[in-house]
């Protein structure tokens, strides 16, 4: 995998006035070129082509390879792309794909994509009076639409790897002790979870395993699109259910336990509304423990990418810091009850 690092943004223009002039009829130029750090894993820039009838608001995503580990769980740029293409045919809101980055392009492996008008920032979403109308909708919606995810021809899926509970399990304890990572909290979640692992559904379906509040484009009307698609893989559907409802996607409203939208009796009822079958909340509650056993990992992964210096972007010391709040979680998740 090869990636280019643009000097600035004058030269990123440079390269994307070529992008935009193949995957844009009419595109004559480029204006507005801008990177989005805002926590992206992968490198995001934003620009608007120009043509005749006007502006194209468009984002180039391109490999990012600050951790090798990391892009060791991505499904590549290419199989986001097929995934883009598939998900909008299946009915699941996505930015329009418009074209992927060829090695000429010295932009790396990647796609052009539209850009979507909405907001993606969690807090905003659970506090701005913008967002009040539709708000109580979110959670029955974004129940339906994994349901939708889920539901994708397998046969027409890219080549993507099969990880079931307790695959992903020892994944991601494999990915903490090459990253030297050293949280006895970690240890003991990695021991509740092979132990209550369940078992391999018959079928694996698509999974996103990323489907959040955050990484969701949403405007006054609901979901306008289902963002980073860069950690699907195919397993069991409730790994999605399960990640939705951590804490850590809750932004304080820590007893709506549906991204912080909602309740999981109206994100299961969404999803049911579309499968016809009950949601296994004991499944899902298996698959909430290990978002945050995985998302704790992520987060110290990107704090030693940062203090190493091989990743100086303030995003992932930011993020880095956050490994502490996912070990509290992992407390209270494992807690007895009396």
């Known amino acids: 995998m090869s990636q280019a690092a643009p000097a600035s943004s004058a030269d990123m223009a440079t390269r994307l006035r070529a992008v935009a002039r193949r995957c844009i009829e009419g595109a004559e130029d480029v204006t507005g070129v801008c990177e989005i750090t805002s926590g992206a894993s992968q490198s995001l820039w934003a620009f608007d082509a120009i043509t005749p009838q006007g502006a194209v608001p468009l984002i180039v995503r391109s490999a990012r390879l600050w951790s090798e580990q990391a892009q060791a769980g991505s499904a590549g740029m290419a199989a986001e792309a097929a995934l883009l293409r598939l998900a909008a045919a299946g009915g699941v809101p996505v930015p329009a794909l418009h074209g992927e ?24 979403i ?13 959670a029955e919606q974004c129940g339906a639409i994994m349901a939708r995810i ?36 970690l240890a003991w979640a990695l ?9 391999p559904q018959t079928h694996a379906t698509l999974v996103h395993a990323d489907f959040r509040n955050g990484n ?6 609901g979901v306008r699109g289902v ?22 996607w809750r932004y304080g409203q820590i007893d709506q336990h549906a991204g912080g939208l909602g309740s999981r009796e109206a994100l299961f009822a969404g999803y049911s509304s579309v ?14 423990v290990f978002g945050a056993f995985k998302w704790c990992i992520s987060c110290d992964s990107m ?21 502490s709040e996912s070990e509290l979680e992992l407390l209270h998740l494992l807690a007895p009850r009396p």
């Not at 980055?101 to 807090?123: A, F, H, K, N």
């Not at 509740?192 to 078992?199: F, G, I, M, N, V």
């Not at 969701?216 to 009307?221: F, K």
């Not at 963002?227 to 850590?248: I, K, R, T």
Request: aromatic fraction near 8%; glycine fraction near 10%; include cysteine.
């Open 101 to 124: 980055l060829r090695p000429e392009d010295g932009l790396g492996e990647g796609y052009v994509m539209e850009r979507l008008e909405g907001e993606t920032r969690g807090p905003r």
């Open 126 to 138: 659970l506090r701005d009076a913008a967002f009040n109308a539709v708000r109580p909708k979110l």
């Open 150 to 185: 889920h539901a994708l021809p397998r046969a027409e899926l890219p080549p993507l790897r099969t990880a079931f509970a307790r695959d992903e399990a020892l994944n991601w304890a494999q990915r903490l002790g090459t990253g030297g990572g050293k949280r006895p909290v």
């Open 191 to 199: 021991r509740w979870l092979l132990a209550h692992a369940p078992e």
């Open 216 to 221: 969701l484009m949403i405007d006054s009307e």
């Open 227 to 248: 963002l980073d698609w860069e950690l699907a893989h195919l397993g069991d559907p409730m790994e999605d259910l399960g990640y939705f409802c951590m804490n850590a």
């Open 275 to 288: 499968t016809g079958v009950p949601v296994d909340a004991a499944r899902v509650h298996w698959w909430e």
């Open 303 to 323: 704090g030693q990418a940062f203090s190493s210096g091989l990743d100086p972007a303030l995003e992932r010391a930011a993020v880095g810091r956050r490994a």
